[in-house]
């Protein structure tokens, strides 16, 4: 299926409607006219870049409005009801434990050591607070 700029409405290149997933990335397509020699894309050589850092090669804007959808010559080509038709699931949702939860939170909770510490041996996590307490401290004052 061909592929068309959403911005410039040229066509860039063609991908295949079985194979296309989201998130949408530059290996996904190919060229416009393969049987003509006509090379693909030039973000297709960039595998793992996802849709919004592809450019048109016609325009040079990004040639998708959103994520989910691309445009063809028939018109606009929905990912998300493409792969729901073909009874794949569009995003597999992670789900945590309260356990896992309140594990993950208690670890947070810890407190680093102290980063910066005064010739008197008082210990502060921000430099700041150091040099706010440096201020007032005699043995810094001193030193």
């Known amino acids: 299926m061909l592929l068309k700029c959403e911005i410039c409405f040229e066509i860039i290149g063609s991908f295949d409607p079985e194979k296309i997933n989201l998130p949408i990335r530059a290996e996904l397509f190919q ?19 996802e849709w919004e850092f592809l450019r048109c090669p016609i325009c040079r804007k990004r040639p998708f409005l959103t994520e989910e959808s691309v445009m063809t010559p028939k018109g606009i080509f929905s990912i998300r009801e493409q792969r729901l038709n073909l009874g794949e699931p569009h995003h597999v949702s992670v789900t945590y434990t309260d356990e896992e939860l309140d594990r993950e939170w208690q670890e947070r909770q810890i407190n680093p050591e102290p980063l910066w510490e005064c010739e008197c041996g008082k210990a502060y996590q921000h430099q700041p607070s150091l040099t706010r307490h440096k201020k007032t401290c005699e043995v810094a004052k001193n030193g």
């Open 31 to 49: 060229s416009k006219d393969p049987a003509r020699g006509e090379p693909p894309p030039p973000f297709a050589h960039q595998p793992g870049m």
